[in-house]
T-cell receptor
Framework: DAGVTQSPTHLIKTRGQQVTLRCSPK?????VSWYQQALGQGPQFIFQ???????QRGNFPDRFSGHQFPNYSSELNVNALLLGDSALYLC?????????????????FGSGTQLSVL | GNSVTQMEGPVTLSEEAFLTINCTYT??????LFWYVQYPGEGLQLLLK?????DKGSNKGFEATYRKETTSFHLEKGSVQVSDSAVYFC???????????FGKGTKLTVNP
């Protein structure tokens, strides 16, 4: 049973460019959340997708956008990259109907995409 | 707002030493509390959880007790192993928020 897979694992971009990161959720999961983990910091919630719609969003600018496909996979897009966007981007999946007792215990994280903006 | 504060790292211990990583939180209502672990090159893994006051979460020899009076959730292990070397994150989920708020993480290195 494959877990959460993310691609690519590493990416180098220059300021002003656009980037797309991809995530395939764990088999059977229907909800995808994205987190940004800057160096030396804890992950910060970007947004969450369910039924192909953004259900909830953290404190990130509109340059960060996403998409969820009918097969539940998801993309994170970042436009007009800034140096400060350099970070590890983590995808986490879960199953909507399993959210009893807290989401935190139901989340499965991928290994992340390391984005470097030069 | 909701926030988590962890003790600053890095922490370096010898094998079989006692481990404590402090975590305090600020949150409205009654959040669920978690410890996640991140091994090098891997994603975050849930280590243990507690969903209400006085609950004790435990897993793999690690323990943490949800202390509402001190708003704390300190991680402890009686005897660490080299394989415990990783980054540990304390996190909270405010009821119904469907998102996690993490601390900055504490890097633990255990030497043989």
């Amino acid at each position: 049973d494959a877990g959460v897979t993310q691609s690519p694992t590493h990416l180098i971009k220059t300021r002003g460019q656009q980037v797309t990161l991809r995530c395939s959720p764990k088999s059977g999961h229907d909800t995808v959340s994205w987190y940004q983990q800057a160096l030396g910091q804890g992950p910060q919630f970007i947004f969450q997708y369910y039924e192909e719609e953004e259900r909830q969003r953290g404190n990130f600018p509109d340059r960060f956008s996403g998409h969820q496909f009918p097969n539940y996979s998801s993309e994170l897009n970042v436009n007009a990259l800034l140096l400060g966007d350099s970070a590890l981007y983590l995808c986490a999946s879960s199953l909507e109907t399993s959210w009893t007792g807290g989401l935190g215990e139901k989340l499965f994280f991928g290994s992340g995409t390391q984005l470097s903006v030069l | 707002g909701n926030s988590v504060t962890q003790m600053e790292g890095p922490v370096t211990l010898s094998e079989e030493a006692f481990l404590t990583i402090n975590c305090t939180y600020t949150a409205t209502g009654y959040p669920s509390l978690f410890w996640y672990v991140q091994y090098p090159g891997e994603g975050l893994q849930l280590l243990l959880k507690a969903t209400k006051a006085d609950d004790k979460g435990s897993n793999k020899g690690f323990e943490a007790t949800y202390r509402k009076e001190t708003t704390s959730f300190h991680l402890e292990k009686g005897s660490v192993q080299v394989s415990d070397s990783a980054v540990y994150f304390c996190a909270l989920e405010r009821g119904g928020s469907e998102k996690l708020v993490f601390g900055k993480g504490t890097k633990l290195t255990v030497n043989p």
